[in-house]
């Protein structure tokens, strides 16, 4: 917390909405859209999954429709999909930036729309904080006639080229306020989306679906998803220190970076005119040149009680997803092997970075 959110709350409480509506939820989603700039309708869920399962229903996918997805991505940021009963398509990730890998989407769209098989939708994943490459994707989607979902989950406060930022592509975005990304409201999620319509739908399938009268009237189903009043104000005093913890993120990746400048250590790259988040710092370790894996470093700061995870384990590698189609040559496969995220709080002091970096340096020094 940044100190800003109590004084946010205690407005909630005395406006006396303790609901899932009130002004403090009218302001963020107002705030947000200030923020990422353009023209632009939010909408204030439950959690990031809630926005993606509405963005997915609002966009038309139904049983059976075909969704191309990245591989490397967060179960959040997939079992929507099987929700609606879609048949996800896995994708690899591109070396240069660690995100969707555009050429090989586009070889496939081509081969796809010989034999009619044009996917319902398409889900980029900013993955780690990085943005995709919107434009290009934005074209393909146009011209494939496909609809173009981005998870921006894991991006909020980065930018693409230009400044255009995470959040504000295709479709529709979605965006979390979990508790463990840049900001959070607890829990929480938004839809952002340029067309009015969707986002009309959103709030009412987001509260029950309910039809205008004065009994309740339904002509279709919905679901319990409309953001918390009280949230929405934590969120909105997060909002004022969001750019703050955007900087400190990248200070701290760069420290990371200086620190294991050496062969056989790698950070998520960062193609030109790009600003990532740095959400978390991410790295992949090559045990045959450094003499250390991601596990033996993993383990090593476990003992510190101090806590890294391995980059996400690809979709396509899931027992749940065995035999989906993967296209691809493993470089998702070969980041889980390898990588890892270091500790990345924005409240992280630099004494305690400069532990992990101990620790880290003391492995890879035992074996040089
Ligand atoms: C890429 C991605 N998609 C979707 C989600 C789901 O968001 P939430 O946890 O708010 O449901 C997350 C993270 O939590 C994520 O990292």
Redesign the pocket.
């Known amino acids: 917390m940044s100190g800003h959110e109590e004084a946010r709350v205690a407005d909630a409480f005395a406006s006396k909405f303790v609901a899932p509506l009130g002004p403090q939820l009218d302001a963020f989603e107002e705030r947000i859209s200030e923020y990422l700039a353009g023209d632009l309708h939010c909408v204030g869920l439950s ?4 926005a ?1 399962h509405l963005a997915l229903r609002i966009a038309g996918i139904e049983r059976g429709d075909e969704v191309w997805i990245s591989s490397m ?2 179960a ?2 997939i079992f929507p999909v099987i929700y609606q009963g879609g048949t996800p398509r896995f994708f690899d990730l591109d070396p240069a930036s660690w995100t969707l890998h555009i050429d090989r989407l586009e070889e496939e769209l081509k081969r796809a729309r010989r034999v009619n098989r044009i996917p319902k939708a398409i889900i980029p ?1 900013d993955l780690y904080g990085q943005s995709v490459e919107l434009d290009r994707l934005e074209a393909l989607a146009s011209e494939y006639g496909t609809r173009l979902v981005v ?1 921006s ?2 991006s909020l406060g980065a930018s693409f080229k230009q400044g255009r930022k995470c959040g504000t592509g295709g479709d529709v975005s979605i965006l ?3 508790g463990n990304k840049i900001i959070t409201t607890s ?3 938004m839809l952002v989306t340029r067309h009015k319509k969707w986002a009309d739908e959103a709030r009412f399938l987001a509260t029950q679906a309910r039809d205008a009268a004065p009994h309740y009237e339904h002509s279709t189903y919905g679901y319990n998803y409309r953001l918390s009043n009280i949230c929405a104000a934590i969120g909105l005093g997060q909002m004022e220190v969001l750019d703050d913890r955007v900087a400190r993120r990248r200070e701290i990746f760069e420290r990371y970076k200086t620190a294991f400048y050496r062969d056989g250590i790698d950070f998520m790259p960062e193609p030109d005119g790009y600003r990532s988040s740095r959400w978390l710092t991410a790295l992949i370790i090559d045990p045959a040149i450094t003499g250390v894996s991601r596990e033996d470093i993993r383990l090593r700061l476990l003992e510190f009680k101090i806590e890294a995870r391995p980059l996400w384990k690809p979709m396509h590698m899931q027992p749940l997803f065995s035999g989906t189609t993967y296209h691809g040559q493993g470089l998702d496969e070969r980041l889980f092997d390898r990588g890892l995220c270091l500790p990345s709080g924005s409240d992280m002091t630099n004494e305690q970075q400069d532990e992990v970096i101990g620790h880290i340096l003391d492995l890879l020094d035992a074996k040089n």
Request: proline content about 0%; aromatic content about 10%.
């Open positions: 959690s990031g999954s809630a993606l991505t967060f959040g940021g994943t998870d989950a894991e979390s306020f979990n829990g929480g999620g």
